[in-house]
């Protein structure tokens, strides 16, 4: 994979000089060509001083490990002392190296009363260290938050890394990097990166705030929501079907309801996934699909910029709140997509729905008929603002 591959090397993060923007790579030649060309078109000199901390930084003589080791022996034992206090925090103290406790302990006693030191110590609920990934330099480490994913605060679940900066942020003020700002690899995972780089008041506030805000989450559902697949298809079309018999059986004429066929809408559903995949979310729980929600961005309608096009839930599973679940979470899609209205269509005789749109803040804008079945319908319009 060497042609393939790019390994930078700078003084910023290996030698804490970050007003030094200096380094090397090693790269394919073709590579290192191109970054040459389009070095020399935007900077024609370098500062003599960079050059120097290159050459003392990079060079294999002894006298510059012994010059690296004076510099780094006290930066190095107090990083091991604060990745240890970081461990406490988040482990609980028995994580620490025995050498440090009592001195993790005394300091967390000074910065906080008996009963938050107490809880500080024992370590923050659901939170881990990745496996196998502890750091080694930088003063940075990951954090995970997997095992909250899905559980919910006020009613709105924490399912992209989106939720969990929202929740944090409006919980305690904490920030931190997710994620997707530190290129992780693993789309299902729920992690941050912080620094233990920060005074240490900072440090043990900042991680018992993250505890505080954990506490407050409740327990999440036996089932995710997350975007259709191919395979869930045919349950789709099923709970489509099903629900229209059950919802609609007094309402729409007895003979298109009873023409709806799992088969043909299965066809129907499985022919038209490419162009609707990153439309549609799914409830599940394991392997079976609880209900789906399908939006629409380009609605043809001149005074909204998007719609909830479908809502089904399978007729087992009505009043758990996957309904409520699968709204919010398509409401959140469409802000993220930077949509800041939604429409959404519902029979004049569905009472039931009617209520349903109605408790989740909705009001009715528009009317307008719609034929199904070779019949005239009359529909309201409820309209949403998302932002």
């Known amino acids: 994979?060497?042609?393939?591959?790019?390994?930078?090397?700078?003084?910023?993060?290996?030698?804490?000089?970050?007003?030094?923007?200096?380094?090397?790579?090693?790269?394919?030649?073709?590579?290192?060509?191109?970054?040459?060309?389009?070095?020399?078109?935007?900077?024609?000199?370098?500062p003599a001083i960079i050059g120097e901390a290159l050459a003392g930084a990079y060079n294999a003589k002894k006298k510059r490990y012994e010059v690296y080791d004076i510099y780094f022996e006290e930066l190095r034992e107090l990083y091991i002392y604060r990745y240890n206090l970081l461990k406490a925090l988040v482990n609980g103290i028995e994580a620490a190296e025995p050498k440090y406790r009592d001195r993790i302990i005394k300091t967390v006693m000074e910065n906080l009363d008996f009963s938050e030191a107490s809880k500080a110590l024992a370590g923050i609920p659901m939170v881990d260290f990745p496996e196998n990934l502890e750091p080694e330099a930088g003063f940075f480490a990951i954090l995970d938050f997997t095992k909250i994913k899905g559980m919910k605060y006020k009613g709105n679940t924490i399912r992209t890394e989106k939720d969990l900066t929202i929740f944090f942020y409006g919980t305690s003020r904490t920030r931190f990097l997710v994620g997707q700002s530190i290129s992780w690899p693993y789309k299902d995972e729920l992690v941050g990166r912080v620094s233990y780089a920060v005074d240490e008041d900072k440090l043990i506030k900042g991680m018992l705030n993250i505890h505080n805000s954990v506490l407050l989450l409740e327990p999440k559902d036996d089932y995710i929501i997350r975007k259709n697949e191919f395979k869930d298809q045919r349950q789709m079309a099923r709970i489509k079907v099903d629900g229209w018999k059950n919802a609609y059986d007094l309402i729409i004429s007895s003979d298109y309801i009873n023409s709806l066929n799992y088969d043909e809408q299965a066809e129907r559903y499985e022919a038209s996934f490419e162009e609707y995949k990153d439309s549609v979310l799914v409830a599940v729980k394991g392997e079976e699909v609880l209900g789906y929600a399908c939006y629409n961005t380009t609605p043809n309608e001149d005074d909204f910029q998007s719609e909830l096009v479908r809502l089904y839930i399978k007729p087992s599973e009505t009043g758990r709140g996957i309904g409520t679940s699968l709204f919010k979470e398509t409401c959140k899609e469409l802000r993220d997509l930077d949509k800041n209205n939604m429409i959404v269509w519902c029979l004049h005789d569905n009472e039931e729905e009617i209520r349903f749109y109605e408790g989740l803040g909705g009001k009715i804008v528009k009317e307008k008929q719609v034929k199904i079945g070779g019949r005239t319908y009359n529909e309201y319009g409820f309209y949403f603002q998302l932002k």
Do not use: H, P, W
Request: hydrophobic share 50%; glycine share 6%; no cysteine.
């Open 1 to 46: 994979m060497f042609e393939n591959t790019i390994s930078l090397f700078g003084l910023s993060k290996s030698y804490e000089m970050a007003e030094l923007r200096a380094g090397f790579v090693v790269a394919d030649e073709a590579i290192i060509f191109g970054i040459v060309n389009k070095t020399f078109q935007t900077i024609d000199s370098v």
